[in-house]
């Protein structure tokens, strides 16, 4: 029996089967895999994000896309899939390709640094130490390094189309990156509303100097508020824009055929379709291949059977792809090289 | 006729300030009070975690601090108190 109508792969389970007829309407998924400026690959954990998100970087970078491969995963496994020790800041990984792993207490502490340099000016020097000291506290409060990581997010989001052709996001499970993903619409509002307020103080400091004349004193017109909020108030709404644009931005969710993997998975695109983010594709990894023979193998594929049925009719409008269980481990940048080739050359146009 | 000019010029200036007085100078208080109003408000609304309030953007205010530390502590000698409130930012 073989696991996949349209089953696209040839004798010995090559890589990879299309589970179902795409559905009317839906880009091939080489299109999405490859072109998608941003792509983001959630899953369950352990259902092999990192490894199928490392694999089509390298595909995209060696198909001569400026690549840039981020972990927004706290615990990191990209640098362990690529065999490589990556950090905050993107290294090179191959002609093309770039990677790096944010890191929410590198990110917090810098941009803790900046306030400190900067109130540094302002404050005066007896009162430093306890400036200090209070900034301090910031840093350590709950929430401090979530949003210094989405901070940095939404920065490198900005880098699709500039110093990058494409950013490919190796993100956390799933309920982490659903926060994260949510949060350009959550913070926006709030600091609209900062906005407005701002600017309400601004009207107001403008009849006052009008009133007062040099009375007033202050006589600067700028105001640094309000062109920090703005800044950030930008590049939020870039950011959920840029979410939201199916021309620009795929979610590829990651699912094995299993239970629990596939109810979490169905609630995450459930939540997704609420914010408007598109689902690009679902890989369905580690597939019986079809080639797999004798009693343990039968009795595998019995078990899964019901599971790729279960997948089918969950994901019904989305395109399905099915990634073999591959036989050898893939580890390093030359195995994942190759993974990527095969997922590619047996991919369905 | 130069002392006509000059004593005009006295008499207006004699006017325009009974003028200010009496119309300008409650309107420029006035003004001034909502000036400060709106300074607080935007104060309390960007740093209400200061106030025990939740604040989801506490960090990303964080930054606006430098600018705005004086305000900050013209603010608590206004409300009466002499020192920073303790908990909040320091300014004094």
């Keep these: 029996m073989a696991p996949a109508d349209g089953n696209a792969s040839g004798p010995g389970g090559g890589i990879p089967l299309l589970l179902s007829a795409l559905p009317a309407g839906t880009r091939p998924v080489a299109d999405v895999l490859l072109r998608r400026p941003l792509l983001f690959f959630g899953g369950k954990g352990g259902v092999g994000k990192t490894t199928l998100a490392a694999a089509v970087a390298i595909r995209s970078a060696g198909s001569g896309q400026r690549t840039l491969l981020v972990s927004t995963d706290p615990a990191h496994s990209v640098g362990d899939a690529l065999g490589l020790r990556l950090g905050n800041a993107a290294s090179s990984v191959l002609p093309g390709l770039w990677a790096l792993e944010i890191d929410p207490a590198e990110e917090a502490d810098r941009y803790i640094a900046g306030v400190k340099a900067r109130l540094a000016e302002v404050t005066p020097p007896r009162l430093a130490a306890e400036v200090e000291r209070q900034i301090d506290i910031a840093r350590v409060s709950p929430g401090a390094e979530e949003a210094a990581l989405f901070d940095r997010f939404t920065r490198l989001m900005d880098e699709a189309g500039a110093g990058y052709d494409r950013v490919v996001f190796d993100t956390a499970p799933l309920g982490h990156t659903l926060r994260l993903l949510a949060l350009p619409e959550q913070l926006q509002l709030w600091i609209r509303g900062l906005i407005g307020r701002r600017k309400q103080v601004n009207v107001l400091g403008r009849m006052w100097r009008n009133v007062a004349g040099a009375a007033a004193g202050d006589t600067r017109t700028d105001d640094p508020v309000l062109t920090a909020l703005e800044e950030r108030r930008e590049r939020f709404e870039r950011a959920r824009a840029a979410l939201t644009d199916a021309a620009r931005a795929a979610f590829v969710f990651v699912v094995t055929p299993e239970r629990l993997a596939i109810f979490e998975t169905e609630r995450a695109a459930r939540t997704l379709e609420r914010y408007g983010i598109p689902v690009g594709a679902v890989l369905v990894n580690r597939v019986l291949p079809a080639g797999a023979t004798g009693p343990f193998a039968e009795r595998r594929r019995a078990e899964e059977s019901p599971h790729l049925d279960e997948i089918r009719r969950r994901f019904a409008a989305l395109a399905l792809l099915g990634v073999p269980d591959l036989a050898r481990d893939v580890q390093g940048v030359d195995d994942l090289r190759r993974l990527g080739s095969e997922l590619f050359a047996a991919m369905p146009r | ?92």
């Design chain 2, 1 to 92: 006729m130069r002392r006509f000019w000059d004593g005009l010029r006295r008499r207006l200036r004699a006017a325009r300030e009974i003028y200010e007085g009496l119309y300008v100078a409650p309107y420029r208080s006035l003004i001034y009070r909502e000036y400060r109003r709106e300074q607080d408000l935007f104060l309390i609304a960007g740093f209400s975690d200061l106030l025990g309030a939740p604040n989801p953007v506490a960090f990303y205010t964080l930054e606006l601090y430098p600018e705005l530390i004086e305000q900050f502590h013209a603010w608590h000698l206004r409300m009466g108190m002499p020192q920073a409130p303790e908990g909040g930012f320091r300014c004094c």
